[in-house]
């Protein structure tokens, strides 16, 4: 049974000797035509791995260094708060070394809570409106770059967290959606979509040093690895246990916003509250419960028939569900205010971590937001509640009067 066990970390520790081997080959294939690398990182597992090894094989002259080396945090103000409380201390760490670690975060009237909540956008969801991984992640990110290009010479090698494993490097296929096969949201974006950006295109060169490595490699060098000192000492044991510690290995864990409307399980937060020091964070299940409330059309509007677009032709949606009612809001982000009071609460009783969901400016724009009766663009609020009922109309104009009048029903 011994030899077997002995055999088995043998054997894990030379796949990992290997799969560190090609990074090394990759990055040093790649990076020695780039003076300055930078590095887009979200926190999550993948992207963390990613900086922490790259760190270390600089540090050990294993690949030369880069003239400069910006990290580029992308901060949602989604994260699950372990994940975003490693960040923080990885980010110290980065800094005792002396890199430059740049937050990146969208613009306040662009953010998550703020965009639903006060402009009334609905929710993202996979069928219809995919609006958040543009406008939290990558559209901050590239505003990031390219001020960063502009003050450099020469073009920027982006390294970034994409992990898809050998099967998919032989299908030569880079997953974009972030609910699959627990790939990073957002990774793939700054992987393909970045270096085609305006003003970035022809600046900007992406590498995956990690694109060949399987999960258990991910896992073994955030548990097992990085943390010691000759791996240069880091706080990546955290993000790991967030994970669901040593049964993280089994888990293809995907990462993301908490309560991410678009994943099918709030997998990630059920796994932190089995942990006993993460119980009290508990009310943020009530997230994803809100969102999928939000896209209900009793708190919703809803075009009337036919949309004359602004170049005159016609909306391919008549009847289109839209934005939230001010009421809906409100209501949002009452929930959202006292999932965030109980959380601190229980937080400041236990001695633990406060969240920061919802911040006093944050609340203060919703709030004005609301006040100013703001719409999302092509709506301007006369539009009936999405329960109201309609003769329906096609595409085409034609119209199919109701059956039944309202007070028949
Ligand atoms: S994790 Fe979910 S909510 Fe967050 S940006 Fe990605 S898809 Fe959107």
């Known amino acids: 049974m011994n030899q077997i066990d002995i055999f088995g970390a043998g054997a894990r520790r030379m796949q990992m000797t290997e799969s560190i081997e090609l990074t090394i080959q990759s990055l040093l294939a790649y990076g020695a035509d780039h003076d300055h690398w930078g590095v887009a990182w979200s926190g999550g597992k993948d992207s963390s791995a990613t900086l922490t090894l790259l760190i270390y094989l600089i540090d050990t002259g294993k690949i030369p260094r880069p003239k400069t080396l910006t990290v580029f945090y992308a901060d949602t103000r989604q994260e699950l708060l372990p994940l975003a409380a490693s960040a923080r201390q990885i980010m110290d760490e980065l800094e005792e070394r002396g890199i430059k670690v740049e937050v990146v975060m969208a613009p306040l009237d662009d953010r998550f809570m703020v965009y639903i909540l006060g402009r009334g956008v609905p929710p993202p969801n996979n069928n219809t409106l995919r609006w958040c991984t543009g406008q939290i992640k990558i559209e901050p990110m590239e505003e990031a770059l390219r001020r960063h290009v502009?003050?450099?010479?020469?073009?920027?090698l982006m390294i970034t967290g994409v992990r898809q494993g050998e099967s998919a490097i032989r299908d030569r296929r880079i997953e974009m959606s972030c609910g699959k096969d627990g790939a990073e949201?957002?990774?793939?974006?700054?992987?393909?979509?970045?270096?085609?950006?305006?003003?970035?295109?022809?600046?900007?060169?992406?590498?995956?040093?990690?694109?060949?490595?399987?999960?258990?490699?991910?896992?073994?060098?955030?548990?097992?690895?990085?943390p010691t000192a000759e791996f240069g000492d880091w706080s990546t044991a955290a993000i790991a246990d967030a994970y669901g510690g040593d049964e993280a290995e089994e888990i293809n864990a995907r990462t993301g916003c908490v309560g991410c409307p678009l994943a099918q399980e709030d997998s990630a937060l059920d796994t932190v509250l089995k942990n006993p020091h993460w119980a009290y964070l508990a009310p943020m299940k009530g997230i994803k419960v809100l969102w999928r409330e939000l896209r209900e059309p009793q708190h919703r509007l809803?075009?009337?028939?036919?949309?004359?677009?602004?170049?005159?032709?016609?909306?391919?949606?008549?009847?289109?569900?839209?934005?939230?009612?001010?009421?809906?809001?409100?209501?949002?982000?009452?929930?959202?205010?006292?999932?965030q009071a109980e959380v601190n609460a229980a937080a400041t009783a236990l001695g633990r971590p406060l969240v920061d969901m919802v911040n006093a400016e944050e609340e203060a724009r919703i709030r004005e937001l609301i006040a100013l009766e703001t719409w999302p663009r092509g709506w301007d609020g006369d539009e009936p509640i999405a329960t109201t009922i309609m003769?329906?109309?096609y595409q085409n104009g034609a119209v199919q009067p109701r059956l039944f009048s309202e007070a028949e029903l």
């Not at 990774?187 to 900007?204: F, H, T």
């Not at 028939?305 to 009421?327: A, C, H, V, W, Y």
Request: hydrophobic residues 40%.
């Open 391 to 393: 003769d329906t109309v």
């Open 185 to 226: 949201c957002g990774q793939g974006w700054y992987q393909q979509v970045l270096p085609n950006a305006k003003g970035l295109r022809g600046r900007l060169a992406t590498l995956a040093p990690l694109l060949h490595w399987r999960v258990c490699h991910v896992w073994e060098w955030l548990k097992h690895w990085a």
């Open 302 to 339: 809803r075009k009337a028939g036919i949309e004359r677009l602004k170049d005159g032709s016609i909306g391919k949606n008549p009847q289109r569900m839209g934005p939230l009612t001010f009421e809906a809001r409100l209501m949002g982000l009452e929930r959202i205010l006292a999932i």
């Open 150 to 156: 502009e003050s450099l010479e020469g073009q920027v």
